[in-house]
């Protein structure tokens, strides 16, 4: 009897603050690694942030947000990074909204407030920024935030990022088209819009897509593609792929050649 392992879709949604690709800022000499580690000379790139901050630009008061919300080169501190992300925001800073919002919803730094937290994230979609837009898919579609649970609405929501090529909400659209939840049930759609997020080397989609291959949901069964699949997942960080124990019955039976 073949195991199918099944992730409820929304275990898999997660609300984003900041992106995963640190804002850079020339002017003021700001660049941060992949791991948001502050390059070149800390004390000196923190004293030029500041002061971009306090003069006002909003890029630079977002990315003092990051920097106390994460605690990079300074001490952690969530109550300073909603004080820069507000000013930000309040300057109508797509960025600083969503991240904003985020706060309010997570209740780091301040109190917890739902309707704000809605407020700051309808702010920033409505800039057209996706990551705001694929948040509130991810809010409608876990019925987080004080709403009701909508598949519906979350499509909506995911539509608009994914168009702009924001792999998780592509990831999110498939899924949702692979399970006809809020849209109707359409394997063709499904893989479509997963195959937009597995290209872009997006390591949860990829996981996905092996799942897909090992069940026969959406795709015909096939082992060997299943394995590959995994493999890349678990090469590009994904945690569910590297330990999942299918990959690892799948690889012994690749070497043994007893199977596939």
């Not at 919803?105 to 309707?115: A, R, T, V």
Request: net charge positive; hydrophobic share 35%; aromatic share 12%.
């Amino acid at each position: 009897m073949m195991f199918c392992l099944k992730i409820p879709l929304i275990t898999m949604f997660v609300i984003v603050c900041v992106s995963n690709s640190f804002s850079q800022n020339k002017e003021f000499g700001v660049h941060y690694d992949k791991k948001g580690t502050v390059k070149q000379d800390d004390k000196r790139e923190l004293e030029l942030i500041f002061k971009g901050a306090e003069q006002g630009d909003a890029n630079v008061q977002y990315n003092l947000g990051i920097i106390y919300n994460l605690g990079l080169g300074i001490e952690q501190n969530y109550k300073l990074g909603v004080k820069w992300f507000r000013k930000a925001a309040e300057q109508g800073y797509a960025p600083g909204q969503n991240s904003l919002g985020a706060m309010y919803l997570s209740g780091d730094g301040i109190e917890q407030n739902n309707k704000e937290a809605l407020k700051w994230f309808r702010k920033a979609a409505e800039q057209r920024y996706a990551m705001a837009e694929r948040n509130l898919g991810i809010i409608y579609g876990q019925g987080s935030g004080g709403l009701k649970k909508d598949y519906k609405k979350a499509a909506e929501w995911f539509r608009k990022a994914a168009e702009q090529g924001d792999t998780e909400a592509q990831h999110h659209l498939g899924e949702l088209y692979s399970n006809g939840q809020g849209v109707q049930q359409d394997d063709k759609k499904a893989l479509e819009w997963l195959l937009k997020a597995v290209y872009q080397e997006n390591p949860v989609a990829q996981f996905t897509l092996a799942l897909w291959y090992l069940n026969g949901k959406v795709l015909e069964k096939d082992g060997k593609k299943a394995i590959e699949w995994f493999n890349k997942a678990a090469d590009a960080g994904n945690v569910k792929a590297q330990y999942n124990p299918w990959c690892y019955v799948y690889q012994w039976l690749r070497r043994t050649g007893k199977g596939l």
